[in-house]
Nanobody, 113 residues
């Protein structure tokens, strides 16, 4: 199983980005999917998760600004990020819970003027 993330980049404060992550390979069923991030010098932290049925969970730091969604038919999870702040700068990793936990390689998000 492989996870391929895309959509990162450089954006000004207040701007928006949309991340996508698609799982491929020998997949029977994906349970929860999620996004995590790691800023320089900090530990990896939860951003948002979504169950197969669509229940979501967000970290307090992104509530009201980020929206996680998924397309089960496409084995894809999305993260719509609005009102971005410099403190959102990090490498963003997608995660998929199948028979075990799988991680993508990460995509860089930089919020700077």
């Amino acid at each position: 199983v492989q996870l391929q993330a895309s959509g990162g980049g450089l954006v000004q404060p207040g701007g928006s980005l949309r991340l996508s992550c698609t799982a491929s390979g020998n997949i029977f069923r994906i349970n929860a999917m999620g996004w995590y991030r790691q800023a320089p010098g900090k530990q990896r932290e939860l951003v948002a998760t979504i169950t197969r049925g669509g229940m979501t969970n967000y970290s307090d730091s992104v509530k009201g600004r980020f929206t996680i969604s998924r397309d089960n038919a496409k084995n894809t999870v999305y993260l719509q990020m609005n009102s971005l702040k410099p403190e959102d700068t990090a490498v963003y990793y997608c995660n998929a819970e199948i028979e075990t936990s799988y991680w993508g390689k990460g995509t860089q998000v930089t919020v700077s003027s």
